[in-house]
């Protein structure tokens, strides 16, 4: 697939290159110098020079490792060329699309671009669904060089014509492994065959499986692919350990962790949207500052919730996973899983959310004999034993105990398993009651019923065929 591969790295920050070295404008290293950032962490080391010569990427990058600034710093150096201040919208036309899977990282990518463009004449936006899409329309019809979207909301601008991607010199798919996990293939395909047949292609994925591989053979042209962790590698400055508790203890276990270990910012992860409610009000019963953050929570709630974490009032997040992917939260000492995750990928993924760049974290899980094959699976996956330990001075509360039937029924079956991909078969069967938030594959706004005809304009064929084109089915450039 590729033609050159830089070797892994460890994700602390390269001191033998500054940002200067990059050519990069002034006006971007003066954002840099305000963001406090001293050096460019191995990802951004690589994937700098690498988008700024125009070419294709594939980075298997995980969070936490600054690969955000990793393409969007050479995109607004790129985008100069093009920049002007013109208030003539015309003159400013679609150059990049950022695409992400969930609109929390359609956000925080919004608020990097921003930070790192807000002395430049390079204008961004952002579109994600949930939201009125007046001041959207209001944004893109103003005239952005830059727009970062989830792929449905996306599409509703589209069919609107409040978008044109005719002149999009590069797209990005952020967080690849997830968009194939949540069904967008299909809003990717449409939203690809919008686009010129010109263009510079970059895909980031924490995860390098071979579905994300045929995808980036279908699209990128010689990339170059850069990698600063094994896939499905955990970062070597977490500490991982294992609490066995028994099932209908583990609330009150978690309450007293967090006491324990005097914890003022935790992001528990719960498998069920109902499980991490609960758990959320089991913690404040107990006097810790706790919210929920998952599906069922309006998109205001969720920004609210979050904003009160991260300015301190709300000490844990107790989320489920579609809910925490993509959450940039700097610094995170530590996480719980309250749940083991059915997917050990998402395992991965949890604990990525702590020792961020370069920062060391806690990861602490609670398992209990149901739980045997979930850890096996994750254990086979990182190559390691996670440390179990005793957790010392726990006595569940009397009368506290309660059968726990929350679970199982929000998490999504992964769509990697129409793949053809070997699934784990251990965890319990799942309801297929999917996230409205995240998971719909796109429906267009309007009541007007939206042809099913794709945009290429060839007849609707069934999602299997869809994917195989994509997949590599399809015409190759
Ligand atoms: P990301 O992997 O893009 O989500 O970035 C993870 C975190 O690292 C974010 O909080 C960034 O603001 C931060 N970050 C990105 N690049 C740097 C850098 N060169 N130096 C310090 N922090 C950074």
């Known amino acids: 697939m590729s033609d050159s591969l830089i070797a892994p790295q460890s994700q602390s920050s390269s001191s033998a290159v500054r940002f200067e070295d990059f050519g990069l404008s002034p006006d971007i290293l003066r954002a840099l110098s305000d963001q406090g950032y001293v050096n460019p962490t191995p990802i ?24 955000t600034a990793g393409f969007s710093l050479p995109i607004i150096q ?20 950022i695409l992400t899977p969930t609109r929390e990282l359609a956000d925080q990518v919004a608020d990097n671009v921003k930070a ?10 952002v579109v994600f669904g949930g939201v009125d899409m007046a001041p959207q329309t209001a944004a893109l019809r103003g005239g952005v060089e830059i ?12 069919q609107q014509k409040t978008v044109n991607l005719s002149q999009t010199q590069i797209l990005v798919m952020d967080e690849a492994d997830r968009m194939l996990d949540m069904g967008f293939l299909p809003d990717l395909q449409r939203i690809i065959n919008l686009l010129p047949k010109e263009r510079q292609n970059l895909m980031f994925s924490a995860t390098f499986s071979p579905e994300i591989k045929k995808l980036a053979n279908s699209f990128l042209r010689n990339p170059v692919t850069i990698e600063v962790a094994r896939s499905n590698a955990t970062a070597d400055n977490v500490t991982q350990v294992l609490y066995k508790v028994e099932e209908e203890a583990k609330r009150d ?19 069920t949207k109902i499980g991490a409610s609960r758990l959320s009000r089991h913690l404040e019963k107990d006097g810790i500052k706790a919210s929920a953050i998952h599906g069922d929570k309006t998109q205001g709630e969720r920004m609210a919730a979050l904003e009160a974490f991260k300015q301190g009032p709300v000490e844990v997040l107790v989320a489920t996973d579609v809910a925490a992917r993509g959450l940039d939260i700097a610094e995170l000492p530590c996480v719980i899983n309250y749940d083991l995750p059915y997917n050990a990928e998402d395992y991965v993924h949890r604990i990525g959310r702590t020792g961020r760049a370069g920062a060391s974290g806690d990861a602490i899980s609670l398992y209990s004999d149901k739980d045997a094959r979930l850890l096996a699976d994750i254990e086979k996956l990182i190559k390691q034993k996670i440390t179990r330990l005793e ?22 079956a992964p769509s990697r398993s129409a793949y053809g991909r070997g699934s784990h078969t251990s965890h319990p069967p799942r309801k297929e009651k999917v996230d409205p938030w995240f998971l719909k594959p796109y429906e267009p706004a309007p009541p007007s019923p939206q042809s099913e005809e794709p945009l290429d304009g060839h007849p609707a064929k069934p999602a299997k065929q869809k994917v195989a084109a994509l997949l590599g089915g399809g015409p190759k450039r």
């Not at 985008?79 to 679609?94: C, D, G, Q, W």
């Not at 727009?147 to 589209?158: E, F, K």
């Not at 276990?253 to 498998?271: D, G, P, T």
């Open 44 to 67: 951004q080391a690589q994937a700098i020079p690498i988008v700024l010569q125009g070419r294709d990427v594939m980075g298997a990058a995980q969070t936490g490792t600054g690969k």
């Open 78 to 97: 790129l985008l100069l060329a093009h920049a002007n201040t013109s208030a003539s919208p015309a003159r400013h036309p679609v150059r990049a699309l």
């Open 116 to 125: 790192y463009s807000r002395h430049t004449p390079v204008r961004a936006t």
């Open 147 to 158: 727009v970062i979207a989830t792929p449905g909301r996306l599409l509703d601008h589209v």
């Open 253 to 271: 276990a978690v309450a007293h962790i967090i006491r324990e270990r005097n914890l003022k910012q935790v992001i528990v992860f719960s498998n």
């Open 391 to 412: 957790l010392t001075g726990f006595v569940p509360a009397r009368g506290e105990r309660r059968p726990r039937h929350d679970d199982h029924e929000d998490r999504p």
